[in-house]
């Protein structure tokens, strides 16, 4: 019997599910018993490109999820979108998760239906940049590497002839590589809004490396895992004190090296500048419109408020266009970074959005995207 | 449900941005953003977004009716064979192992294959390393002074964030020529003989484009500023493989401006005209003009994955899958060979069949691959004969010198097209006004949100303004418009 609340350590069963997976395999298990077992009507994974790419499939077919194991720091997706409309199960980063929340509450998407196995998530990075870090910091070539991992701060690559190398991963971010600017602020780093919150933090002796930390967050928690207990897929263990202990350690620290981030990327703009900072900001906007397709809390369609006030020919020094949008997301921001890493200019489009949101938020004592309990504060919630 | 995704190109400009394709098992397509794709990092512009619109499948037709593709390729080459001559297009808008299957029907008619570029002179190989072969476009990052002869933002989106970063790394940037451009440190208005004073250097780069339209003078006066400074010259191109067939050319065509094949068929000495994926009527200038043009042909054979103008008027249209679908490759402005995931061979079949038909051999996709990469194989060796010095002999035709001014009568205006993915495609998109000086919205006595009259031998339209700091005496537009005669146009110009 599974109870909401429980910390368990667990693997998938199959040793094939277990070695592929990220650490155990159990997050997999759990996705293609929940698609076998007929409690959800496809999955959302990863379908893997090479060792630095996948895309997000959206899959009836259990072989497709069973394929996507392990975790790709390098695919700094959000899945969010992709479950609108569906009776659907998803892996999902806090960022993945938040989004699914913010959509929910706008009736894109339908909570009950969604299944979510949220995955920690110390952060994500660019892939070509990865791959440029990799030749120039690691003189490792790209195509040798074939797996990678973070413990204590570093970041490890492993090649094909075994070899392992380790730089810490705060003189990779001073050299403007490692985790996307807005990974290194995120405030949420244990998804405790999705209905299992899975990671290996906690993971400790002999199952390290193999076995996931999971927390049971509500009751589609509990359907989740004992359905892939009960379909043999899954098997699991209480947690240890010690477990749970580290676990919460490490979030902290995480935690608190994401405010000293914040507190570096958000330095205090006086008043009388901001105008002129937000202007400048987006004078080599081309207009493309991408920082909106991208962004997984947006639910408007391609004519919404942001479009429709806004016109090629017009002369304003910040088009109607970003002034909308920063006003229309301060209530429902997440600070995923896909804004940013889309934009074809590289304006910093996240952290002004997060710059502009954030003291309403705070001022709201509101932050976006963690309960359906609470409405979003410039708009009525759809029921 | 099955959901079908495809790693391909977008086919708006040479940039050869890397994109998804998505598409429902209704057939409906989405773009989702490829973030490993190293020429992009998965960043896409405003045609990029909007991509699928561009797909607007064609349909395989004879003399106006839908026919099976067996009939449509019986009938086209049976014109072809019959006809005393003929002319081939392709500029560079399909894979380039589609190119050469049309290179290799070019061959059995002893004819060529024309990109409608004009013939380049050889000093763009030996001298600047940049065209045809392209060079990365992280080297415009390292340049320590770049002159820009184009409208980043507006033409080439995706080099606006390597201007940036050059910037960022000490870079100074002069705009020649164009509206005011926020990244530029100055905005210069002068002509060439005034280039000197831009003061490039060997670590300099002028970043500048060649297209069907552009002005071979200009180019010549861009070629010898570099020759003279020892600056680099990057050309951008606006097709997602025109790299690719110029490259192809060496070994399989020629280089005839797209403005002389019109002039050709005008004066009546080309009367069948085969195209592939490359549509005149968008190309040209005057869209309207150039549809007269090509109703004066015998035969107009038209091989096309998307359906346009020119699939409208054709005699034949051998219809294609989509870009995104195709097995193949597309080599982009940087020399990057990109590889789309489709597997996608009706067009080669198609091309296949035409020339067995017309006698000739018949090929499949790995022997075209294998033919294009060995082409390209040395991508050192001089282009020979078809880059011969032909440019300095070339009138300017129909194409007007790019920064002129000075010849533009007391009270006309001197219209410029800002070419940009939109405009090559005429595809719809929010750009309906022209550029206007400050100085004029006094002058004209213009309103806010009101429209100016654009007159022409073409005739008068009402268009919408944006107030910009543009040179003066021009009137600048990112939309193809009717009161245009070419590239610059001189226009009347009065408020309403
Ligand atoms: C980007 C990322 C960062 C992480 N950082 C931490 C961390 O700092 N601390 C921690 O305790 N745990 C972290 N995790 C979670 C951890 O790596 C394992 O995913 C988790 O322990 C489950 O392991 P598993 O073997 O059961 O997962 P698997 O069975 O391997 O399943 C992994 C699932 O995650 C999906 N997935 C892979 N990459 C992504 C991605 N980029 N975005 C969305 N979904 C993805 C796959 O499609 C698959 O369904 C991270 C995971 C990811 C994806
Ligand atoms: S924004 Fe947060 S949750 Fe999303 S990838 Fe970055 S660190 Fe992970
Ligand atoms: S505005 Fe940007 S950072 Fe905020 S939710 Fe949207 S995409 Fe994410
Ligand atoms: S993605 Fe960048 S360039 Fe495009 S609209 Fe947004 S801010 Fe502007
Ligand atoms: S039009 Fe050019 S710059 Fe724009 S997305 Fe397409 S290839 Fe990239």
Redesign the pocket.
């Known amino acids: 019997m599974v109870e909401i609340g429980d910390k368990v350590l ?3 069963t199959d040793p094939g ?2 070695n ?12 293609a018993a929940a698609l076998e077992r007929g409690l959800v009507d496809s ?4 379908r893997h490109i090479n060792e630095y790419e ?1 895309v ?1 499939v959206i899959t009836d077919d259990v072989d497709e ?1 069973l394929a ?12 969010a979108k992709y479950a609108a409309g569906r009776k659907v199960a ?4 806090p960022c ?1 998760v938040r989004a699914v929340f913010e959509q929910a509450k706008r009736n894109e998407i339908d909570i009950d239906n969604t299944f979510i ?1 949220g ?6 990075m660019h892939p070509v940049l990865t791959r440029e870090m990799l030749v120039r910091m690691y003189e490792i070539d790209p195509e040798d590497v074939v797996g990678e991992k ?1 413990d204590k701060g570093k970041l490890f690559f492993r090649t094909k002839d075994g070899e392992e190398k380790a730089i810490p991963i705060d003189d990779l971010e001073d050299a403007g590589y490692g985790r996307r600017e807005s990974c290194r602020y995120c405030d949420v ?2 998804p405790v809004n999705a209905d299992l919150a ?6 400790i002796g002999e199952l390290a490396g ?5 927390e049971v967050m509500n009751g589609k928690g509990v359907r989740l895992l004992e359905n892939a207990i009960e379909s043999g897929y899954v098997q699991i263990e209480p947690a240890g004190e010690q477990s749970i202990a580290i ?1 919460e350690k ?1 979030n902290s620290a ?1 935690l608190s090296l994401g405010e000293k981030w914040s507190a570096r990327v958000f330095t205090e703009i006086p008043e009388e500048q901001r105008i002129n900072y937000y202007m400048e900001q987006f004078a080599d906007c081309i207009d493309c419109g991408a920082c909106k397709e991208a962004c997984p809390v947006c639910t408007c369609d391609e004519d919404s408020k942001c479009t429709m006030y806004h016109s090629l020919a017009d002369d304003y020094k910040m088009s109607m266009y970003h002034m909308v949008r920063l006003l229309h997301l301060s209530d429902s921001c997440i600070g995923c970074g896909q804004c940013s890493d889309v934009c074809p200019v590289d304006i910093p489009v996240t952290s002004i959005f997060r710059r502009f949101a954030d003291p309403a938020q705070k001022k709201h004592n509101y932050k976006a995207g963690m309960t359906l309990e609470r409405p979003p504060f410039l708009e009525v919630m759809l029921k | 449900m099955k959901e079908e995704i495809y790693q391909t190109f977008c086919p708006g400009c040479g940039v050869g941005c890397g994109l998804y394709i998505r598409e429902d098992p209704e057939g409906n397509t989405s773009v989702d953003f490829m973030k490993s794709s190293p020429a992009n990092l998965g960043k896409l512009c405003r045609f990029g977004m909007k991509v699928p619109y561009h797909y607007s499948k064609a349909r395989t037709m004879v003399t106006g009716s839908k026919a099976d593709i067996e009939d449509a390729i019986k009938a086209a080459a049976h014109r072809m064979a019959d006809a005393d001559s003929v002319t081939m297009l392709s500029v560079g808008n399909t894979t380039s192992e589609e190119h050469m299957a049309f290179c290799r029907i070019a061959e059995t008619l002893g004819t060529r294959v024309d990109t409608g570029v004009f013939p380049l002179p050889s000093q763009i190989t030996s001298k600047c390393g940049s065209y045809p072969e392209g060079i990365s476009l992280d080297e415009m990052e390292k340049a320590k002074r770049i002159a820009l002869f184009l409208d980043p933002y507006v033409q080439y989106p995706l080099i606006v964030r390597r201007l940036l970063a050059a910037k960022r790394n000490g870079a100074g940037i002069v705009a020649v020529g164009t509206k005011e451009l926020h990244l530029a440190d100055e905005t210069l208005d002068i002509g060439p003989d005034r280039y000197d004073e831009l003061g490039l250097d060997d670590k300099s780069l002028i970043v500048a484009d060649i297209h069907p339209n552009s002005d071979p003078v200009h180019v010549k006066q861009l070629l010898d500023l570099a020759g003279r400074c020892g600056a680099k010259i990057h050309f951008m191109q606006p097709f997602i493989n025109s790299t690719g067939v110029n490259l192809a050319l060496k070994a399989n065509g020629s280089m005839m401006a797209l403005a002389q094949i019109m002039e050709d068929i005008e004066a009546g000495n080309i009367r069948t005209l085969v195209t592939l994926d490359s549509d005149p009527v968008e190309l040209m200038p005057d869209a309207a003009a150039a549809v007269e043009t090509l109703k004066k042909l015998d035969n107009l054979i038209v091989i096309s994955s998307r359906a346009s103008p020119v699939t409208e008027l054709a005699d034949v249209v051998i219809a294609t899958e989509p870009v995104y679908m195709k097995a193949g490759t597309f080599m982009n402005v940087e020399g990057r060979l990109q590889e789309n995931s489709g597997s996608g061979v009706a067009g080669i079949d198609a091309m296949s069949l035409l020339n067995g038909e017309l006698g000739g051999k018949r090929f499949d996709y790995q022997q075209l691959h294998y033919i294009f990469m060995k082409s390209i194989g040395d991508p050192g060796t001089d282009v020979g004969d078809v880059t011969a010095d032909k440019a300095e002999q070339m009138e300017c035709g129909s194409v007007d010198v790019d920064n002129a001014g000075s010849s533009v009568p007391e009270g006309m205006y001197q219209l410029k097209y800002l070419y940009n993915p939109f405009m090559w495609f005429d595809q719809k998109d929010d750009n309906d006004f022209v550029l206007i000086d400050r100085k004029l919205v006094k002058k004209l006595g213009l309103k806010k949100g009101g429209m100016v009259v654009l007159g022409s031998e073409n005739g008068k339209m009402k268009m919408r303004y944006r107030v910009e700091n543009i040179p003066g005496g021009m009137i600048m537009t990112a939309k193809k418009i009717p009161v245009a005669t070419g590239p610059n146009t001189i226009i009347s110009l009065e408020g309403c």
């Open positions: 667990g693997y998938a599910i277990r592929r997976g990220a650490s155990g395999g159990m997050v997999t298990a759990i996705l999955v959302i994974v990863l996948a997000p999820v996507s194991a392990g975790s790709m720091h390098t695919v700094p997706v959000n899945l998803m892996p999902g980063k993945d196995i995955l920690n998530c110390g952060g994500t973070i780093k244990i899975c990671g290996n933090w906690g993971v193999n076995a996931t930390f999971c676990r490490v995480m």
